[in-house]
Structures are given as C-alpha cells and as structure tokens.
C-alpha cells in the first residue's frame, strides 16, 4: 500500500503531505525533511527510485519526480510496482494539471483543499482507487459544483459579496 | 486566477503563504508561524465567528500543522465543522480532522455520530466524504458502529460510493481482520461489478486476502485471468486508457494476484501461461507504463512454474531493459533479473557487462539494487570477489542504516561460502575495522570462535597457522587509532589466548600492546575487561612454561588503577591477575589450561566436591541447609510468599530465584543469583578459572571461596556451559558450513588470485581494454586447471575464450603496465578505486594531458570513478549510434585517451555481448 504522498519545493518546503498512516506531527516533519535531504542529494538523471527502509521502515521504497520547483513524492511497500507508482505521479500531476490549468507551486499551496480533493479520488486509504484523470477530473468538477451550489445557498446571504475568487 | 475559483481564500491566507514563502531563514519562517497561530488562537476564540471564516481559519490551521508546530488547540473547531449541513464546510471539516487526528483521539467520539448520519445520507458526496474519514479515524472499537452501513453502501447506485466503500471494507480488514471476516464473500461478488472502476478497487482487498491465504481463492485462477485477458483484449471503455495502454493499473494488480495464485500451483500456471505470452507480444515497451506491465510479467513469470518460453521472453524482457538508458529500467531489470536468476541461474550470464556497468553507476539506487543482486547469486567461486565489492563499498558509504546491512551481509556471505579461513578472518578484520559499532556482538563471539577452532578438519598445522596470522594481522592493526570497540574486544581476546602461542612474538611485547590498549581505550570497561583478561592469559601461559615473568611496569600500574576502578568487573579481574601472578606455575596451568577456550567445562552444579566440608561443619554444629522449596513453603504458611510473586519483577532480592534451580534453564537462575548481571563477554575468559579455582582450592580458604561460589562465581558458570555447549553445536554447524567452501578452496586457491582481478578490470572499463585480456590470458589457463571442478562449464567455454586473446597485442603500453600489478597484488586486498587511480596515471603518462590527471588523482577516489564512468558513458552512447562517427568524436576530444578508446571498444562489444566474451565473468555470474 501507499503510506504517503508528499510535494515539497526544491527549498524543502513542504506543500502537501498525507500519510496514509497516523504520524503524530514531529514524525511527519522528521520524514519530510529526511526524504528531502536524501533527494537534494540526488544528482540528476539517475534513477526515480530510492529504497527508503532508514527512514519508513523495512521494505519500503519511494519513487520521486522532479517537475520545475517540485517534488512529488510517493513511499510505498513492496505490494506496489516502481514504474508503476512513478506514473501514479504522472497521473495526479498531469490532474492537477487539468484542474489548475498549467499548475505551478503556488497553485498547490493556495488551493489546499483542492488538492487534498483530487488526491483523495486516486489514492484513497493507501491504495489506488483511480487512475484515469478523466475520470478524477470528472468526480472533482462535481464537488466543486455541489459545494459552490450548497455556498451560494446557506451563505452568500451574510457574506460579503465577491469573497469567492474571480 | 482561474484556479482559485471555488476555493476562495482571504488576503490574509494569500499573505501568509506569501509572507512564509518568501522567508530568508528557518528562524525568520518560525516567526511567521508562530504569530500566526496567535492570531488564530485568538480568532477561534471570539464569539460568532461566520461559518466561511472558520473554514478559513481551519485550512490555515492544517497549512500551519504542515509546516510543523502543533495546532491542536484548533481540533475541536474542525471537528464542530464536521457537522455543519453546508457541504463545503462539511468537506473542509472532514479534511481538517482526519489530518489532524489519529484513530485513537479522544475526539473521534464526536464524530463517530456525524460519520454515521452522513453515510445515510442522500447527497452521495456527503457519504463518499464519510467514507473517506472512516479509513483514517475508525479503530477497532469503532467499527461496529459504521460497519452495517458501510455494507449497505456496497450496493449503493452510485460507483464511486461502492468504490470507497469496498475500500473503507478493505481499511476495516486491515485493521482488524476478525471484525470483517464474515464479509469476505463481499469483495467476491465485487469482483463482477459492471463498472471496471469498482471491480479495479476490489483487486486491491482480494490481494491482500489472497496473500493471507492462497488455497481458498484457487477457484478464481480463472476469472482474474479471463479478466486479464478482457482487460488486454481493450473491452474496457475507452476513458481507462492511459497512454494508449487499456487500465494498465488494473493489469499490474491483476498479475500480482496472479503470481501469488500461480505459484507452486501447475494448473494455475498453465492456464496463465497463454495470457501470459499475449502480454509480452502485446505490451508496448516505448512506454513507461508498458514497462511497468512488462516488468510485473517477468516477477509474475518468475513466481510461476516455469515454463521455458515465457521464460525466454522474459529473459529478453530484462535484457531490453538492461540496456536501456533510463535508470529506472536498468534498476528494473537488475531486480527482474534478481528474481529470473534463481529459476535460471543461466540467464546472468548474458548480461554480465551490463550488471557491472550498474555496480559501477554513480546512481545509489542502482548500485545497491544491483549489490543485492549479487548478494542473491554468490557462490563459494565468486564470493571473493562480491565480498570484496561490497566492503568497498561499504568503506565508501555514510549511511549507517545501509551500512550495518551491507556489513551483515558481507558477514553472512564470508561465513557461508568462505573459501579459506585466511581470507575470512582477513574479510572480517574489515568488516570490522570500517563497521565494527554497526555489527551484532555475534559476529564477534563467531570469528572467536573461528580463530580457536580452526577448519574444523583435524590439521593443527593450520590451525596454529591461521592463528599465526590472525595474530600478525591483529598486531598490525591494533596502533591504528579509532578502532570500534567491538572490534578491539576480539583483537584482545585473540592476542590473550594466541599471542605468544608461536612463540613468534614476546610476552612482554604482546603484553605491551595489551596495556597500549586499555590505556587508549580507557573509557571503554568492555574493552578493558578483555585486555586484563587478555593479559592474564598471558602471564599465565608464561608462568605455567616455567619462564620467569616480568611484568611491564605499564602493566602493573594498568593494575594498580584497576584494582580502584569502580566497576566490579574491572576490580575483580585485576585482583585475579595479580593473585595470578603470585602462584606456582602448577596451579596456574589448571587455572588457565594452553589454548582451551574451546574445551567443554564440566560444571559440578550440585557443588558435590563441597560435601566434605559441609559435612565437616554439620558436624561442627552449623544448622544444615533448607532448600529454597522448603523455605518458600515455609513462609507461605506466614503469608510472605504472594508478597515476593509481587516483587520479582521490581526489586533484585528475587526470592524466586532459588526456587528455579531447574537444570534445564540456568542462564535464568544465573541472573537471579548473581547481584549484578554479568555481562555476556565475561564468561569466555573468565570461564577457566572460576570452575578450576573453585575446585583445586576447595581445601584452603574454602570460606572465602565458598562465598565466592553463591554470588559471583558458582551461578555465571552454569551459564558459560550452556554457551559453550551451544557454541559447540554451532560451531558444528560452522565447521560443515566451512568446509564447504573447503573442498573448494585447496583447489580454487590459485585461482583466487585472479579472480577478482577480471570484475574489478572489467568495471574498471579502462582497465578492461589493457589487463583484462592479459591477466585473463594467464587465469584462463589457470581456470583450465581449476575447471575440473565445473566440468560442463569450463569445456563450454573455453573455445569462446580463444577469440577474446586476439585483440590483446593491440594494446600497448598499459598492457605491461597493468600486468605485472595484477600478478603481484593477490587476493581480496585489492583496492579497486586505487587501482583505478594508478591507471589514470598511467594513462596520463600515454595521454600527456598531466594537469587532468593529476586532478583524478587527487580528487577522492569516488569522484574519480564518476567522471570517468561518466566520460565512457558519453562515449559509448556515441559508439551505439554509429561507431565510425565515435572513433572520430574520441580522437577529437581534448582529453582523449588511448586507454579509454580501447575500453570504450571493449565496452561496446560487451554492450552487445554476442559471442565474443561470454566467459568474461564467469566467476562472478557462472
């Protein structure tokens, strides 16, 4: 199974982190800056993957990629396939892609719940729920809907008009 | 911003991430973050916060706990948050806890009830919200009181609510299997749901069972396979395409399932056998995806029974991605291969080259993925050679974590397959020299063991031989500084018991360096403990041989601060020593008998050669003992005996203890008897005297010793004998296991002195153009000689050989140059990186470029290889292309050496490694 998801800026920032098992907070900052110390010292065109048991425990592995100031990271067991998981990645970026049309870091951390959202349609509890960004695309647009449909009820009435972006 | 639509965040949330992202330093970041948790503190807290507010507040809580400091003070909002009727604050609320909180919080309590409510609920985003709290926030306890719904939910109308809901199910099982085990047949019937998404996320709970327990899912061979095949066929809806591959995610779970199912099972294989074959024409290999499926195929073939074609075809799998340029396949094919090779150890052979040029990539992944490669396929004719790589890589790494088990596997391999005790006491001494805090403490007590049981096979002359230079070694070792303590405790130990066995080395020169260590080492007690030991064997061994002893006044003062040291243990041994160093040399010979730490000690545990002095004081009037039996019973009539049940765990006045004399557990009634718990090392050295003083002076001084024997000395002795007597079992087990790699090693001996020549050369790959075919020249014939052993092989190979002898008059130079090293240097102490730097020189002197090279040779050795395997990478790359246009790029660049052309050259035949050299590496792979 999946035990987590990271994206983190080439700064070591974190922008989004989900464990997929409880991790009290110091934990999980203490992973996200052990991956990235070992991914910053990564050179360039080498391998996407790493074994990764110093730091998750026996048998684990974790597949990375590199796009512009991000990184994404999955860790996972040994259930999973490497090439696999590397597309896993291609396939919630070239998402979020779609969602954010063109999507940059700054997306990601101003759009948190969002993320969290598209992230939840393809891994849900650890495993791969969905692969097909279509589809993922398809369950995301229909949140949106619904909730911007459920805000302009019970909402906009007491708020400030045009608190809603755009 | 498009993107923000829906999600609309104030200024002050844009601010902040602003304001954090644009902080200069970590302190300045901490105190963006840490105002702003005051800020929130002090805003949750005001009455009649707007809804849309605290959602805000809320996300700005999870981005803070992200970055680090606990935002707990905030929980309960999120939690309110989650039963509020808006679903976008219903949403918010729900993402909010379960990344804030764990199964076991005390307030999963007040959201058990909302996630109930809203798994009934109408508006299926509010259930698949429910569902996706469910797997993070419901524990065992929990799971009852969602689990009806969630059942129910399996046949909800909507797919992606039975998506979730399978997976909640499967969350459920993993948690807590029994709760669920009465729904199993659930993820059955799953299986044929109409929509792919759902019947996708049941493989993912039915692999998890299967690998549980494969004899009950037999039964659906057929349909997974079927699946597979409807799957490949692209009956599936277009929109599960990924990269033109139809549901490759479902195909990989597929073939996992598969492999688990078809493994040890020949009906299974043969029906998958044909779907199986279909993939591997079908899979499209340009893609990453089609590589993943490709790749789950060979492990799927290599769990299977083997069936020689699809073997074939994933041989030819992994030989594509071996030669790939991408890291990620070669690491895949390394793996694959590392799977294949033990159905068809054959298949190596092939990709040889291929195999080294990953050992030798500057990617860490790679190189370690291939290490346990080569870990899988050592055999007593290669272990040298793999052993060797593996410590120097070991040296060159600061990862402890993979340090210890790259340590340990080099102990292991050394142990099972070493093929003479020289070389494995030599291989240990760097194990030990370079990992010696990282390894287990049974290492040391087996290399021990080693050293004084020698082969096993009854040859003294060796023994004392290997002992001999053990000694040597160790000697030569014990001035370098910083040696880790492990490793120093068996440099005493042996200098004690073997020192000045040969009479080679003086006691007082032995005894000398024994006082330099625990003086260097002085804060290390262990270490201390063992050289006083060490040192007392020694003076014992001089007394007992009559010679007059001499004790070092470095000695005696290490003696003198001893006997005040405030360890015990300290204190004790320099009291025995000097009480040693008093005696005539016939009682120290029965104290300390020449070379028996191996010799069984017989313990007298009911301590009868004391019946004549008990019988002596009873008779005197001195009140007869009362077993612990008889005591204990006693005092349970007052009450007292639930008292000390109570205690024993807390207190070290067991009572207990003397009721559990049972032979069959001593080391447990050692504990107990003895005050402070001796440590392990103790009883190796100590274990000589303490019986033999017990029993020679029974006579004189009994009183004395009599106390000695209840609280020291009489306990740990019965824990000596069951570690001896286990040793001796396990030394049994090492001896069959040695002399193993024996039968081999008289005859594989001179082959050994080459043998790690050709893979080091050969990754070397400058080495490879010059010394390869020279020193293979004079180990071919030499493996002719030692081939006998492996007859079908080396008759195989030899004609294959006589080819490769042709291109070696074309090299000049470094051809002589590298030669004569080989010859000279033997064996495992080859340095590989400095051999590396040697050629660089010498080819420096060829190529006349001095300042470059001079740079190589400084730079650290590891750098060198990088620059170089980067170097070649380049030119080989150009010489797959086209290899007119590389001769010609080579001669061009500026730095271009013969020696790297010529290896470049090699590296391009074995790139493609037809008929040319399949021997090359036939004691690394063969």
Known sequence: MIKAVMMMNTQGKPRLAKFYDYMPVEKQQELIRGVFSVLCSRPENVSNFLEIDSLFGPDSRLVYKHYATLYFVLVFDGSENELAMLDLIQVLVETLDKCFSNVCELDIVFNYSKMHAVLDEIVFGGQVLETSSAEVMKAVKEISKLEAASNSISLVPKSVSGWRGR | ?926
């Open chain 2, 1 to 926: 911003m498009g993107s923000q639509g829906g999600f609309g965040q104030s200024k002050e949330f844009l601010d902040l991430v602003k304001s954090i992202g644009e902080a200069r330093s970590k302190a300045e970041e901490d105190r963006i973050v840490l105002s702003e948790i005051d800020i929130l503190k002090r805003k949750l807290l005001e009455p009649d916060v707007p809804k849309r507010k605290m959602k805000e507040y809320i996300i700005r809580l999870v981005y803070i706990e992200m970055l680090g400091p606990d935002a707990s003070f905030g929980y309960i909002h999120a939690v309110k948050m989650t039963h509020d009727d808006n679903l976008l604050l219903k949403r918010t609320g729900y993402l909010a806890v379960t990344l804030f909180l764990n199964e076991d919080h005390d307030l999963i309590i007040l959201i058990v009830n909302t996630i109930q409510k809203d798994l009934r609920s109408d508006n299926y985003l509010v259930v698949c919200a429910a569902l996706n709290a469910i797997c993070r926030l419901i524990n065992e306890e929990t799971i009852p009181a969602v689990l009806p719904q969630v059942v129910e939910l399996l046949n909800h109308q909507k797919e992606a609510v039975r998506k979730k809901a399978i997976m909640a199910l499967h969350r459920f099982h993993r948690k807590s299997p029994s709760s669920v085990s009465h729904l199993i047949s659930n993820f059955r019937k799953r299986l044929c749901d109409n929509d792919p998404g759902v019947m996708g996320a049941t493989l993912c709970p039915l692999f998890d069972l299967i690998s549980e327990d494969v004899t009950s899912y037999k039964d659906l061979v057929s349909s997974f396979v079927s699946i597979l095949k409807q799957v490949t066929e692209r009956r599936l809806p277009k929109s599960y395409d990924y990269h033109q591959m139809p549901a490759p995610f479902i195909q990989i779970k597929l073939l996992k399932i598969m492999a688990l199912l078809g493994s040890g099972d020949k009906n299974a294989s043969e029906i998958m056998s044909m779907v199986l074959g279909d993939l591997f024409r079908k899979c499209d290999s340009s893609t990453n995806i089609g590589n993943a499926i490709l790749y789950e195929c060979i492990r799927c073939i290599s769990c299977i029974l083997p069936n020689p074609k699809l073997l074939e075809a994933a041989a030819d799998a992994i030989s594509k991605f071996l030669k790939s340029d991408s890291h990620n396949l070669k690491y895949m094919g390394i793996d694959g291969l590392g799977r294949l090779i033990k159905i068809s150890p054959d298949i190596a052979e092939q990709h040889q080259l291929a195999v080294i040029d990953c050992l030798e990539d500057p990617d860490d992944t790679l190189k370690r993925k291939t290490f346990e490669l080569l870990y899988k396929m050592t055999k007593s004719s290669n272990v040298e050679v793999i052993v060797d790589r593996m410590i120097d890589y070991m040296i060159s790494i600061n990862d402890n974590h993979y340090k210890t088990e790259i340590a340990s596997r080099c102990v292991e391999l050394a142990e099972q397959f070493a093929p003479s005790n020289q070389w494995f006491i030599q291989t240990m001494n760097k194990v030990f020299e370079h990992a010696g805090d990282l390894v287990n403490i049974k290492v040391a007590h087996n290399l021990m063991r080693l050293i004084a049981e020698g082969f096993g096979e009854d040859d003294d002359d060796a023994d004392s031989k290997l002992r001999l230079s053990a000694v040597e070694s160790y000697l030569q070792l014990i001035s370098e500084p910083k040696l880790p303590s492990l490793f120093l405790q068996v440099i005493s130990w042996v200098l004690g018991e073997y020192g000045t066995a040969d009479g080679k080395y003086s006691a007082s020169y032995i005894s000398g360096k024994l006082c330099d260590v625990a003086d260097a080492y002085s804060s290390d007690e262990t270490v201390k403990g063992y050289a006083v030991s060490a040192l007392m064997k020694i003076y014992a061994f001089e007394i007992a041989s009559g010679r007059k002893v001499d004790v070092l006044p470095e000695c005696q003062s290490l003696i003198e601060e001893l006997l005040a040291s405030h360890s015990t243990d300290l204190q004790q041994r320099a009291y025995e020593l000097q009480a040693l160093l008093a005696l005539d040399s016939r009682a120290v010979e029965t104290i300390i008998p020449l070379d028996a730490s191996c010799e069984d000690i017989e313990v007298d545990k009911e301590l009868s050669f004391l019946n004549g002095y008990i019988q002596q004081a009873i008779e005197s009037g001195a009140q007869p003992y009362i077993s612990e039996r008889e005591r204990s019973g006693m005092f349970e009539t007052t009450d007292y005996h639930p008292q000390d049940h109570h205690e024993v765990p807390s207190h070290t006045l067991r009572f207990e203890a003397y009721e559990l004399p049972k032979p069959s557990v001593p080391p447990q009634a050692s504990t107990e008897l003895v005050p402070v718990p001796e440590p392990s090392y103790y009883s190796e050295s100590h274990q000589p005297i303490s019986t033999s003083l017990v029993s020679e002076r029974e006579s004189s001084e009994i009183k004395l010793r009599l106390d000695g024997v209840k609280q020291k000395w009489g306990r740990p002795s019965y824990q000596p004998t069951t570690s001896a007597s286990s040793t001796t079992q396990q030394a049994a087990n090492g001896t069959t296991s040695h002399s193993d790699g024996g039968v081999g090693s008289s005859s594989s001996k001179p082959r050994s002195s080459y043998e790690p020549k050709k893979p080091e050369i050969d990754p070397e790959k400058q080495r490879l153009a010059a010394s390869l075919f020279g020193g293979s020249s004079s180990s071919r014939t030499d493996k002719k000689s030692s081939g006998g052993q492996k007859p079908a092989k080396g008759t195989v190979n030899k004609p294959a050989t006589v080819p490769k002898e042709n291109p070696t008059p074309v090299q000049p130079p470094p051809d002589l140059l590298d030669l004569g090293e080989p010859m000279a240097t033997t064996v495992s102490t080859m340095d590989p990186f400095k051999e590396l730097e040697g050629l660089m020189d010498s080819s420096s002197q060829d190529g006349g470029s001095n300042d470059v090279m001079g740079l190589y040779s400084d730079a650290a050795p590891v750098t060198t290889t990088t620059s170089v395997d980067s170097l070649l990478s380049e030119l080989s790359d150009s010489s797959k292309g086209n290899s007119r246009t590389y001769q010609s790029q080579t001669s061009k660049g500026p730095n271009t050496k013969e020696a790297l052309e010529k290896d470049a050259l090699v590296r391009q035949m074995g790139v493609n490694p037809t008929s040319q050299n399949p021997t090359l590496f036939k004691d690394l792979l063969g």
